[in-house]
């Protein structure tokens, strides 16, 4: 990520969060290599995942998305979290995100961040 897109990201990831989540405490957990927060009103909030590119394509992502929502849907919560545009087909298709909220991105920027919730599921 070049520098000068790095605040428009993060600011528009945490003004998406106070939007969609309005909530007020939450509690968390170190879990696979990713962190989770579980928030008061009923929504777990998948923080920043990546795999390094030499690793794409073996199911390492999936994995970690597998055991999130499964942890939620024991508990019924919703989830939710930030994606790319490359990760966005998983999240969506895979796991059943919907998108509700582009990050603004500088014009330059050329791509779109959006933020999505899960669903509860019943177990």
């Known amino acids: 990520?070049?520098?000068?897109?790095?605040?428009?990201?993060?600011?528009?990831?945490?003004?998406?969060?106070?939007e969609l989540l309005k909530s007020t405490a939450h509690w968390c957990k170190f879990a696979s290599s990713t962190l989770?927060?579980?928030?008061?009103?009923?929504?777990?909030v998948f923080e920043l995942l990546g795999v390094a590119?030499?690793?794409?394509g073996r199911g390492i992502?999936?994995?970690?998305?597998?055991?999130?929502?499964?942890?939620?849907?024991?508990?019924?919560?919703?989830?939710?979290l930030d994606a790319s545009p490359m990760g966005a087909p998983l999240y969506t298709k895979r796991f059943g995100f919907v998108r509700r909220a582009d990050v603004?991105?500088?014009e330059e920027a050329n791509f779109t961040y959006g933020?999505?919730?899960?669903?509860?599921?019943?177990?």
Do not use: T
Request: with cysteine; aromatic share 14%.
């Open 104 to 106: 603004p991105m500088p």
């Open 115 to 123: 933020s999505y919730i899960r669903p509860v599921r019943k177990v």
């Open 1 to 18: 990520m070049y520098p000068a897109f790095a605040g428009p990201f993060f600011g528009g990831m945490e003004h998406n969060r106070e």
């Open 53 to 56: 590119k030499g690793y794409w």
């Open 61 to 80: 992502a999936s994995a970690l998305l597998n055991w999130g929502c499964e942890q939620a849907d024991k508990e019924g919560l919703q989830v939710y």
């Open 36 to 44: 989770i927060k579980r928030v008061a009103d009923g929504m777990i």
